[in-house]
């Protein structure tokens, strides 16, 4: 395979590729415009706060000195919130939560303004997920407890979660007043208008938020504190997510229990009594993807008893328009909505301002940003409204060609179906022999509960304008297929996705689309664990790569962080019961079957996989002479974020590629 010297321009850096990855989330809508977070000058392990007004090109809010991140279950979630002339925000260094006064009109000024500590830096305390109680000036938020945890292993189980509340009108710096403290962990505090009642999602080991959860409804007292509680708990142990009361007091919440992560309602007239909650929009589709991260929500409220809300079908987003007030009592199958818009590959963090919807969200030809598209009255189809992109990556980039997702289903198991996203090489300049098929790049997503999104990735253009086919495998455990398909990984993490991975291979094959002889295999975290357990039962793979993957399944049970302490209960068995299955299904106890390269990235500071499991495989392969590569990054946790790092970890990538392809 040749590169045409005049086509050169079309290929994209990894400069480039990293530059545009795209961090862009959490939005807050305002009379002042669109508070969001973004990086700080294209560097992703800086973030900061952002506005957006109007026509005017964002800025941001916070200076640079900070780094606005929180490490709750070390996967973060929303780390501000905007309260009338306040923001208040987590700084990552230190963790604690500061406050920014908005008092003065200048947005330039307010890097300028008195920032002062609401709660004490490096106290060993983690806060996110923040609501506020307007009838007592505080915050409610989720507060993670690492005090007792010296290290890695055994300390995960003594990180305590809580739900607390912080007081903002004093001077004097707080740890936080414990309002719940009674599971595991706990998610989502939001209050309904009055202030009067605060509802919350918790659960316990071994469950994720995408297991089972349970709905708390708790009313409080004028001074604050918990008067009487009641609990919902998730039914045929279903997920219970994102709670929110509209201005009615209604709470709203989306629920697996039919199947399918759909929006249900609780009037506010019989809040968790024994009536049964309405499901507003009964849809074979998910409205909410796995709750990794906390503080994102899916649907938002208009000011005319409707919800916009977000739906994943066949790995394809929309957004629908749904009227549910209830003075039309209509049945639940006659509901009326409007598709307000449709074919994104990603729509997350929905808000509604006035007459209009705020949304972040992405496409197979457009980078991820932030879009607004007004809501519909009740008597017009939306769908003559187009959204708006407001804000996109700093830079622009011109692309000469763009190689689109084709949605891919296959057959696998028995008698089931699993899918992919088929990218084709994209590079006219690139001159193949006559009758030479693109050599293939699998790429595995973590979790592994989440799923690959058909959204514009530079870092898959990065290699189809190089030459590669690119798949990219949600296999049977992925999201946006429900809830059985979700449950497919259940017990079988090792096996139906790496049967899923190989039968999508060689789906493709069979399709003509790529050289059987040229395939290497790329995954990220659970998704390098994948890329192992592949090298190791398949001959299918020329040679593999691995970010920060797991090789030892019992010493991942041992080592990584308290949200994860137990998810292999789920996906393997209690290891005190299944330690057999543990040792059957690591890598590392099927090295001799590894003969191929192995190419392992690692940063030395991750707490969800730590850096052992990829030193443990690699000192493996050294022995007994297999080829293997180890690149580490002492600077980064789990997932790069400093772009320098991204950009030697796909040139590192890419020249072991061309090594042996």
């Not at 992703?44 to 005017?56: F, N, Y």
């Not at 409204?385 to 060609?401: C, D, I, Q, Y």
């Not at 299904?585 to 996989?609: A, M, T």
């Amino acid at each position: 395979m040749e590169l045409a010297a005049n086509k050169m321009r079309s290929l994209i850096t990894a400069e480039e590729a990293s530059d545009y990855s795209g961090e862009i989330g959490y939005l807050q809508a305002t009379e002042r415009g669109i508070f969001f977070t973004n990086c700080i000058d294209g560097d992703h392990s800086r973030m900061a706060i952002w506005l957006k007004t109007g026509r005017e090109k964002p800025k941001q809010v916070t200076p640079s000195r900070f780094n606005v991140r929180t490490k709750v279950h070390e996967y973060g979630g929303k780390p501000y919130i905007v309260v009338k002339n306040r923001i208040f925000f987590v700084n990552c260094a230190d963790q604690a939560v500061y406050v920014l006064s908005l008092e003065k009109g200048n947005v330039d000024a307010y890097q300028n303004s008195e920032i002062r500590a609401v709660t004490l830096p490096n106290s060993g305390f983690r806060y996110a997920d923040f609501a506020y109680d307007q009838k007592r000036d505080r915050l409610i938020c989720v507060r993670e407890d690492h005090r007792s945890q010296n290290s890695i292993g055994s300390a995960a189980e003594r990180v305590i979660n809580c739900i607390v509340s912080l007081p903002i009108g004093k001077a004097a710096m707080t740890a936080g007043e414990i309002l719940f403290a009674k599971s595991d962990f706990v998610s989502s505090p939001t209050l309904s208008a009055d202030a009067n009642t605060l509802a919350f999602i918790w659960w316990d080991h071994p469950n994720m938020p995408w297991d089972t959860t349970t709905l708390a409804v708790a009313s409080l007292a004028d001074e604050g504190h918990f008067s009487s509680m009641q609990y919902l708990e998730g039914r045929c142990a279903a997920s219970i997510v994102q709670p929110r009361f509209d201005s009615d007091g209604r709470l709203y919440f989306i629920s697996d229990w039919s199947g399918w992560w759909n929006i249900y309602r609780y009037d506010a007239s019989c809040l968790l009594e024994s009536t049964e909650p309405t499901n507003v929009l009964p849809i074979s589709a998910e409205v909410c993807p796995a709750q990794w991260q906390l503080g994102k929500y899916n649907y938002d409220f208009g000011g005319d008893g409707s919800i916009a809300v977000s739906i994943c079908s066949e790995g394809q987003w929309s957004v629908l328009h749904v009227d549910v007030d209830e003075k039309k009592r209509l049945p639940e199958k006659e509901r009326s909505y409007v598709t307000m818009l449709e074919g994104f590959g990603q729509v997350e963090c929905l808000c509604v301002s006035g007459e209009t919807l705020f949304f972040c969200g992405a496409t197979s030809t457009e980078l991820p940003g932030i879009y607004s598209i007004a809501l519909p009255r009740r008597t017009q189809d939306s769908r003559e409204s187009t959204p708006a992109r407001l804000v996109g990556a700093a830079k622009r980039l011109e692309l000469t060609s763009i190689s689109c997702p084709l949605n891919k289903e296959f057959e696998t198991g028995e008698n089931e179906k699993a899918h992919a996203f088929f990218y084709p090489p994209s590079n006219t300049g690139l001159r193949a022999d006559d009758g030479e098929r693109p050599p293939l790049i699998v790429s595995v997503h973590g979790g592994p509960t989440s799923a690959a999104r058909a959204v514009l990735n530079l870092k898959v253009q990065f290699w189809t304008s190089r030459g590669f086919a690119f798949l990219d495998v949600n296999h049977r455990g992925s999201t946006g297929w429900g809830k059985d398909y979700r449950h497919r990984l259940y017990q079988n993490w090792g096996l139906v996705d790496i049967e899923d991975i190989e039968n999508g291979v060689r789906y493709v094959i069979h399709e003509g689309l790529v050289d059987p002889g040229r395939i290497a295999i790329r995954g990220g975290s659970a998704g390098g664990y994948s890329v192992m357990a592949c090298l190791a039962n398949s001959d299918l793979f020329a040679l593999g790569v691995s970010y920060y993957g797991v090789s030892d399944l019992e010493m991942l049970a041992r080592e990584t962080h308290k949200f994860e302490s137990h998810y292999l209960d789920q996906l393997i068995g209690p290891i005190q019961e299944m330690r057999s299955r543990y040792i059957e299904r690591s890598p590392i106890h099927k090295i001799s079957n590894i003969s191929v390269p192995l190419l392992l990235l690692q940063g030395l500071e991750d707490k969800v996989v730590p850096p052992s499991q990829a030193e443990l495989i690699c000192n493996k392969l050294q022995q007994q002479g297999t080829e293997v590569a180890y690149i580490s990054f002492p600077d980064e946790g789990h997932g790069f974020r400093k772009s320098e790092n991204q950009v030697r970890s796909l040139e590192a990538e890419l020249e072991f590629y061309m090594k042996y392809f």
